[in-house]
Every structure is written in structure tokens, then in C-alpha cells.
């Protein structure tokens, strides 16, 4: 969401005023879109990567505050709960060799955060949702000290007007039915976010590519088959994360409102449709009132920031969500994608990135994009089905028709990324490292939640219970984690 709040309350008339000041934004943003400059000149990639902190027996560690203190870092920050930190990897170019610098900066700044959690009892780990969350976790002081967190824990409730019905069924028959007296249960989704820059003419076409893409990337990417206990979804994050996060008592989901958890309903043609859809469709979350005059700003030749229209789309959770910001007085664009999980490792986290930019930008360059020969309802429920099934999905896909994930990445869309990072400038022995990867996936049959739900079930045979099954997994995943070795590789506990 991008900035803390000073209040968590608001009155009617700020309701009313955001309302007005949210819609001269987006006027103004169409002004931009068609007569400014955007930065382009150095297209950026970034990544966000949220963690989860667990103590030595690889519980939820609550604490992010002292964690940070020790950390010491502006990277990292804080999140929901308090046994979640995240950390923000600084924009950086694509191309050549950068990727193996990122990694190497990626260990070594994770490696001395980890070094420093230890000296406190705490541990990080990368994953979908921490395992060995319990109904007990939420319970008293979980939120971390933020007023943007209790204010938006309160806009949800209030907006519903009752608790929070949680409804998961997964694959294996477990079921779990809860109620939620808060955001707690969304707190546990910790995922990873990539940042890419666009061009404002160009950012339909970026846009349309990732919502195709993202079925292919949930069936790949999973980590998340475990919630208080339940074995549900290969992402469970998916399905967790719209339900907690849903405003929408039953009724007003029976006349078609739409979810705040949004994969969307239509391919668009501008940047500008989603803004315009936020403003149309969503009301005012978090209504804090910015003192700039945007037309003001726009007229004098300023960079506009928009402030309530960000932060107005930072309250509304697409999975490939639009981005407006400026940076060092000019305004860029990028497409945040949402997709995928935290984790198993950094290796796993940079091929997934890596097969993200590559077949996105195959896709771009195509003279007959895909998403034209495949309605957005198909993609939706490629979505849905990679985030159930995992690896195991079968999506479709034009003139193929329905297809295993697997099979579909190694025919279709390796190649797509492989052409991708090359129109990139992107280093071959990189490129081959990272795709050789999600090769190996694919080969193996074997992602994170393949891995977690294999090395479960091995210690269940041999006499553990669920929860200490989830712990002993746990911390055989920890050991794996640090080990930097793709998950497809790791063997099952003993």
C-alpha cells in the first residue's frame, strides 16, 4: 500500500472528499497518458519477497520488531503479523549477468539477516504459509504496531459487517471451515512479488500476457499445500488470501459485487481500465486525504503523485496489479505480478523470475498475441486450477486444447522464455542455469508443495502426528532452504 497512515478512523466527510479526490486523480492520470513523459529509458525489474519467522522449534515467532532492530536494514520491513518480515530487492536492469550478482546479494544479505535472527532464537523461512500456524497464533497481540494494518483490519470487518468465513477444500478431501474475527488468517500468506516497467502504450499488452501466464506460473511455483493443519491446495495462498480478504457479506456476493481479491473479469486495452475500474467498482478503504492539488501540479509542469489514487489501488488486490509511481521526479508505469508464493529457495525464487520476464516477453512480441485466441474466463479458471492442482494441473491452451502443466511448459512455453531472456540481452549461461530449473520441475514432477506434501505423508507413516510432521518438514525444508539447491532436487526427510 505503500506509505503508513496517520489515523485509523475516518470520518463520512473524508468518505465523501476521498471519493472526489480519487476520481480528479484518475482524470489527471488520463491527461498524463496522453501527453507526458514516462521514465523508460533503463526499463527496471524489481522483487519483493515476503518471510515468515519461526522460533527454534519452528514456531511462529513473534517479534518483527526486535528482528528488524537486529537486522538493521532499510530493505526490510514489516508486514501483517508479527511473524512476518519482508524484504525489498532495489530495481535493477535485466540483461547480461546482473541475475547472478542479485543472487549473490540475495544470499549474502539473507545469510547475515538469519545470522542476526539466530542471536534472538528466531529463524527466517520462505514459504507459501508457514506450516505450523495454529488457531493459537492469532489469538492476542498478533498484528504487527502499524496503523495501516489496524486500520484496514477494521475497514474489512466493518465493510463485511460479521466475521470472516473461511471455506477450503482441497484435492486430498481435507476440508477446512473456520470463522475470522480479523485479517489474521490473511496474514499467513507470504508471497513474492516482480516488479516490471513498461511503457504506457505498452502495458495492455503486458498486462493481458501475465493473466495468461498465471495458471502456468501457480502450477509450477506452488509452496503452499498446508493451513492450520489442513492438506488443501498445492496454493493454498490463493484461496486463503480471497477469502480472508473478502468484504463481501453473502448477499451482496450473490448480486456479483466484486472481490476485493480480484483476478479480474476481461482483457483490457489501457493502463488506464483498471484505474478507471477501481474508482467505479471499490470503495474507499483506507480515505486518507493528500494535501497536493494533482490538476494543480499537472498544469505546472510537475510530476502529479496521485497520492489517493495509489493509495486507493494499494487496497485492492489484483494478482497482476497496476502500478503508478515517479522516482526522481518522473512518473513510471510497471505491472506488479502477484502470483507466486515465497520460496523454496533463492535459486527457486530467480528461475521462477526468470521464466516470468522471459515468456512475458515472447509473449508481448508475438505478431498474434495469445490471449487473442483464448477468452479471459479460460484463463481464469487456468488460474484456479493451477493453484488447486499444482504440478498435477492440466490447463488449456490454444490449439492444444487441455494439457498437463508439465507438458505445456516444456513444449510450449521453456521455449517462449528461453526467447524471451535472449531478447533481453540476458547472459545464455544465466539463461540456462535458471530455465534448467524449471526443466527440472517439470521433469521430476516435483515443486515446493509437491515436496512439503511427499516429505508430510513420509513422516506420518512412520508414526507422527499431523502438526509434528509439520514441524519435522519444516525444519528439514529450513535446512534445504539454506542449502540453495533447487527444491526438485531435495530428497524426503528421514
Not at 215 to 231: C, D, I, K, T, V
Not at 433 to 462: F, K, M, P
Request: contains cysteine; negative net charge.
Amino acid at each position: 500500500m505503500g506509505r503508513d497512515l496517520e489515523s485509523a478512523t475516518f470520518t463520512r466527510e473524508q468518505r465523501q472528499r476521498y471519493r472526489d479526490k480519487v476520481k480528479v486523480c484518475l482524470d489527471v492520470f488520463e491527461q498524463m497518458l496522453a501527453t507526458s513523459s514516462f521514465e523508460f529509458d533503463r526499463p527496471q525489474v524489481g522483487m519483493e519477497i515476503e518471510l515468515n519467522l519461526v522460533d527454534a522449534e519452528y514456531r511462529p515467532r513473534m517479534g518483527n520488531a526486535e528482528v528488524l532492530a537486529a537486522i538493521a536494514d532499510p530493505e526490510y520491513q514489516t508486514e501483517l503479523a508479527r511473524f512476518n518480515i519482508e524484504f525489498n530487492v532495489a530495481p535493477h536492469e535485466l540483461g547480461g549477468d546482473s541475475t547472478v550478482r542479485l543472487e549473490r546479494d540475495l544470499r549474502t544479505s539473507l545469510n547475515e539477516a538469519e545470522r542476526r535472527c539466530s542471536e534472538l532464537g528466531a529463524h527466517i523461512i520462505m514459504i507459501g504459509i508457514l506450516p505450523t500456524v495454529v488457531p493459537q497464533t492469532f489469538e492476542g497481540d498478533w498484528m504487527s504496531a502499524n496503523a495501516r494494518y489496524q486500520a484496514l483490519n477494521d475497514a474489512v470487518l466493518a465493510a463485511r459487517g460479521e466475521d470472516i468465513h473461511l471455506d477450503i477444500a482441497g484435492p486430498s478431501g481435507e476440508r477446512l471451515v473456520r470463522y475470522a474475527d480479523s485479517l489474521a488468517p490473511e496474514s499467513a500468506c507470504t508471497s513474492m512479488q516482480l516488479h516490471l516497467q513498461v511503457r504506457p502504450g505498452e502495458f495492455a499488452a503486458h498486462w493481458n500476457a501475465a493473466q495468461v501466464l498465471a495458471g502456468p506460473q501457480l502450477a509450477l511455483g506452488a509452496n503452499s499445500p498446508y493451513f492450520l493443519g489442513r492438506e488443501l491446495w498445492a496454493e493454498t495462498r490463493i484461496e486463503l488470501f480471497t477469502q480472508a480478504a473478502d468484504t463481501r457479506p453473502e448477499e451482496l456476493k450473490n448480486q456479483g459485487v466484486r472481490p476485493r481479491v480480484f483476478f479480474g473479469d476481461r482483457w483490457i486495452t489501457s493502463i488506464f481500465d483498471l484505474f478507471e475500474e477501481n474508482t467505479r467498482y471499490f470503495p474507499a478503504m483506507l480515505p486518507e486525504l493528500d494535501d497536493e492539488d494533482p490538476q494543480e501540479a499537472f498544469d505546472a509542469g510537475r510530476t502529479p503523485k496521485l497520492a489517493e489514487m495509489r493509495l486507493h489501488n494499494g487496497t485492492i488486490y489484483r494478482w497482476n496489479r497496476p502500478i503508478y509511481d515517479t522516482a526522481g521526479g518522473r512518473p513510471h508505469l510497471r505491472v506488479e505480478n502477484r502470483v507466486l508464493p515465497a520460496g523454496p529457495t533463492i535459486v527457486d525464487t530467480l528461475a521462477n523470475a526468470a521464466f516470468y520476464y522471459g515468456v512475458l516477453r515472447a509473449m508481448v512480441d508475438e505478431d498474434r498475441p495469445v490471449w487473442s485466441r483464448m477468452s479471459f474466463q479460460t484463463a481464469t479458471e487456468n488460474f484456479a486450477i493451477g493453484a488447486r492442482n499444482g504440478i498435477d494441473a492440466s490447463l488449456f491452451w490454444p490449439g492444444r486444447g487441455e494439457v498437463p502443466a508439465s507438458e505445456l511448459v516444456l513444449r510450449e512455453l521453456l521455449p517462449m522464455a528461453y526467447e524471451g531472456l535472449d531478447a533481453w540481452g540476458v547472459d545464455p549461461v544465466v539463461r540456462d542455469r535458471l530455465l534448467g530449473v524449471i526443466e527440472g520441475r517439470c521433469l521430476t514432477g516435483r515443486n515446493g508443495a509437491d515436496w512439503q506434501v511427499a516429505a508430510v505423508h513420509r513422516l506420518e507413516e512412520r508414526g507422527a502426528s499431523r502438526m509434528e510432521a509439520l514441524r519435522q518438514m519444516l525444519a528439514a525444508y529450513a535446512v534445504r532452504m539454506h542449502s540453495n539447491e533447487p527444491v526438485h532436487t531435495w530428497d524426503l526427510p528421514a
